[in-house]
């Protein structure tokens, strides 16, 4: 049993420690009320595999993954572990960085995601 209160985790690779880019995304899950964990790990560069873990890891069963390449992918625990809801790069910019984060915390809402331009 897991007592960690309930968020979204957000895995990232240790390049983007204390960076905006992981500012962006936990800013767009808090704007939805939903918290965010971040945790680095630099076992794994797949941003898919990064977002698999971290929503296993969840109690709010969606997780975040960010590699070292800039590459992002946001996922359920319940999907195929090929498969992710959506996937993003950090070159999309902040308001998209922003709106992904925001589509995370829309899943656990099971609100409509936003547009991601």
């Not at 390449?69 to 998209?96: K, M, N, Y």
Request: hydrophobic share 40%; with cysteine; aromatic share 4%.
């Amino acid at each position: 049993m897991s007592l960690s209160s309930p968020g979204v985790h957000l895995f990232y690779h240790s390049r983007w420690q204390e960076t905006r880019v992981l500012d962006e995304l936990c800013w767009g899950l808090e704007e939805q009320g939903v918290p965010c964990r971040t945790v680095c790990c630099d076992e794994h560069d797949c941003a898919l595999v990064l977002s698999k873990l971290a929503a296993k890891s969840s109690t709010l069963r969606v997780g975040l993954g960010l590699n070292a390449s800039g590459d992002i992918a946001l996922t359920h625990a319940q999907l195929p572990e090929d498969r992710a809801l959506v996937r993003g790069h950090t070159r999309a910019g902040a308001a998209q960085l922003r709106a992904l984060g925001a589509n995370a915390g829309q899943l656990v809402k099971v609100v409509p995601f936003s547009e991601i331009k």
